[in-house]
């Protein structure tokens, strides 16, 4: 193993890099599909934040005004196919895809009028990596996962937090029952429409975590179509961990895994498009019902409209 | 929620009177959505035109002087629609089944390794050899294609996330096939380019790199129109699209029109590969076109998934990416705001309930457009 994929130390901490913003971005799935409106608006969530980010952190110097920035820009394109989707009824895939082009054609555009070129952005102050004191000393895993950048150490709360959130509290069981039965949550006097705005809010909010990371963890500075269909393998990561959290979770990491040793494994062992495409494949298994079906929730994809 | 779906044939206005005034109250009603999204879009470009600090009737004088102010610029309009035609194809023909098909990207992609793989290896085969390689991709799309369609049918997995998952597949798979097996020294990596006796030629008159590929897509567009609406089978995929229970109980078998429509959607994207390769760009590089496939579905929107309006809408699409080529030249507008304008198109053409606010409830009924498709089972 150490000779082929480098250190396990070094393999471990880069699945992390790779998973983060895979698990961030499937959380924020989560929320929206667990609320009855489809995502596939992911991957433009993604972007338009890790450009909006480097855009904050240039006018500013500062990362975290770049991350203020990245989440405005998240939660403004989410609540765009929230209106779309749940108020004027227009389809949720067909919304979503728009969202993809959106940001692509968006970002494209504004990279040329604010930073007056095209392809990359110039260099910013990014979320450099910050290692814990003592915790980062242990061996192995000690600089793999705890030296790395704040937003990761973000995601590592963030997952048990949206179990909490989903399946311990009032507003979780509103919100999939919202995407499960709409008419009862109508019925018991909460408002649908409310719902799944959280939804699609809190999917904006994750979502452009993940993004901002790209741009500004992984990288400082922002490329065109830098997520280059991230967004859909969060997409399949949440499908594969079955809209649960920590299947979720669990299933970024396994891609997240995948990509690290795309890269570090040398080229003729295994062709890397064929590691690229694992998600994908993976994910059609478990939804043709190999291993358990996974069942989205009932009322996914319609919108609610009060009789 | 089907119970309250609109029904399909509501309005008096649009069943009333003599043929050829049924016909225009039609097909005007069918316009209503894509002509409002293409207003409203163009308003919201105007108003970023103008953020810029630019003249938005300059801006726009120059996009339809690029699109349309020379035969050169039809030319590269001509080029840009005609993949979209193919791509549209695909999206509107799955759609007419009652399927979304999200899958142009993928489809496209194994089209163009078919053609490109075909063309470097095979050599010139006689006059026919352009038929033959985009055979060949018919049937590698056709293949391809049945793949969701096969696992919709045979174990209700979706066919939004599996075409989706596929693009991806289809699109790495063509990738590897481009970069490993068929990998020739070159600047640009990709394939060896292909003779040229098997290429698609140029059009010609004046019309710039425009080439026959166009005319091989309107052939597309009137063999998906007769196959839908002139045949047996058509017309069993858009009744299991129009009323999935009435179909069955008439025995048309929901699973075989299932793979069908998206295994025929499939062959028409794949096509479309193969065309820009045998037409435009003579070898498969990587990175290959992208956001054909995505396009599509915008094109089979603003075209109602109707071949004609396919044709419209590709026409609507190729036009804009070639007029915003002059716009980013004679003005200060980058060309990316022609992606801009179509997400938004995209973004309205299905919202049922902005229309009827704007428009009141009549123009929705005329339109008759409820796009309402839940993704449990």
Excluded at chain 1, 113 to 127: D, L, M
Excluded at chain 2, 48 to 66: C, F, K, M, R
């Amino acid at each position: 193993m150490g000779e082929i994929f480098g250190a396990p130390g070094e393999l471990l901490a880069s699945t992390i890099r790779f998973a983060t913003p895979l698990v961030l971005a499937a959380l924020g799935g989560m929320f929206s599909e667990r609320s009855g409106v489809v995502n596939i608006g992911l991957e433009g969530l993604m972007l338009i934040s890790a450009f909006a980010g480097v855009v904050g952190a240039s006018l500013s110097g500062n990362a975290f005004v770049g991350l203020g920035f990245a989440l405005a820009a998240g939660l403004g394109f989410a609540l765009i196919h929230a209106l779309m989707c749940v108020t004027f009824e227009a389809d949720q895939i067909i919304s979503g895809t728009a969202i993809n082009l959106l940001a692509l054609g968006g970002t494209g555009f504004l990279l040329v009028v604010i930073f007056g070129a095209g392809g990359t952005s110039p260099r910013v102050e990014g979320f450099e990596e910050l290692p814990i004191p003592l915790l980062s000393d242990i061996p192995v895993v000690g600089p793999a996962l705890f030296a790395q950048s704040l937003l990761v150490y973000l995601m590592y709360l963030l997952v048990p937090v949206t179990f909490f959130v989903l399946f311990r509290t009032p507003f979780g069981l509103r919100l999939r029952a919202t995407g499960e039965v709409p008419e009862a949550v109508d019925t018991a006097g909460v408002s649908v429409t409310r719902m799944r705005y959280y939804g699609v809010a809190l999917s904006g909010l994750l979502a452009s975590l993940g993004g901002v990371y790209l741009s500004m963890g992984l990288l400082s500075a922002f490329t065109e179509n830098m997520t280059n269909g991230r967004g859909f393998i969060a997409l399949a990561a949440l499908i594969f961990g079955r809209w649960n959290p920590i299947g979720a979770a669990g299933a970024a990491l396994l891609f997240g895994f995948a990509q690290a040793v795309t890269i570090q494994a040398p080229q003729d062992l295994i062709p890397q498009e064929f590691l690229q495409m694992l998600p994908y494949v993976l994910t059609i298994i478990v939804l043709a019902g190999f291993g358990g079906r996974a069942i989205a929730p009932a009322a996914i994809g319609k919108p609610y409209r009060k009789e | 929620m089907s119970e309250d779906r609109t029904p399909q044939v509501p309005d008096e206005e649009a069943t009333r009177g003599s043929t050829l005034r049924r016909v225009l109250v039609n097909a005007g009603g069918a316009l209503v959505f894509p002509l409002f999204a293409i207003l409203i879009s163009f308003l919201i470009g105007a108003v970023i035109v103008l953020a810029t600090g630019n003249n938005p009737l300059a801006a726009y004088a120059a996009l339809l002087q690029g699109a349309v102010g020379s035969p050169t610029a039809i030319g590269t309009m001509l080029l840009g629609a005609t993949p979209l035609i193919f791509t549209g194809l695909a999206v509107a023909v799955a759609f007419r089944a009652g399927l979304f098909n999200i899958g142009g990207e993928g489809q496209l992609y194994i089209g163009a390794i078919t053609a490109a793989w075909l063309g470097v290896s095979l050599g010139f085969l006689g006059p026919f050899s352009v038929v033959l390689v985009l055979l060949a991709c018919v049937l590698t799309g056709f293949l391809w294609g049945a793949i969701p369609g096969f696992l919709k049918a045979r174990f209700g997995a979706h066919e939004v996330i599996t075409t989706i998952m596929l693009n991806y597949i289809g699109i790495y798979l063509a990738t590897y096939i481009a970069l490993k097996p068929l990998r020739t020294e070159g600047l640009v990596p990709g394939t060896d380019t292909i003779d040229i006796a098997i290429r698609i030629p140029f059009i010609g008159l004046g019309l710039g790199r425009a080439n026959y590929g166009f005319f091989i897509a309107l052939l597309a567009a009137v063999v998906a129109y007769l196959l839908l609406w002139r045949t047996r089978r058509g017309f069993q995929i858009r009744a299991v699209g129009l009323s999935p229970g009435a179909a069955n109980y008439a025995g048309m078998g929901i699973g075989v029109n299932t793979v069908l429509a998206l295994a025929i959607g499939g062959a028409f994207a794949a096509v479309g590969g193969g065309v820009e390769v045998l037409g435009v760009y003579g070898k498969m590089t990587v990175p290959f076109v992208t956001n054909l496939g995505f396009n599509g579905i915008g094109v089979a929107l603003l075209g109602r998934n109707h071949p004609a309006g396919v044709v419209l809408g590709a026409l609507l699409f190729g036009g804009l990416y070639s007029g915003a080529q002059e716009m980013q030249f004679a003005t200060d507008v980058p060309l990316q705001l022609a992606n801009v304008l179509l997400a938004v198109i995209l973004l309205l053409v299905t919202a049922t309930k902005l229309v009827e606010l704007v428009l009141g409830k009549r123009a929705r009924a005329l339109a008759g457009a409820r796009l309402e498709k839940g993704l449990g089972q």
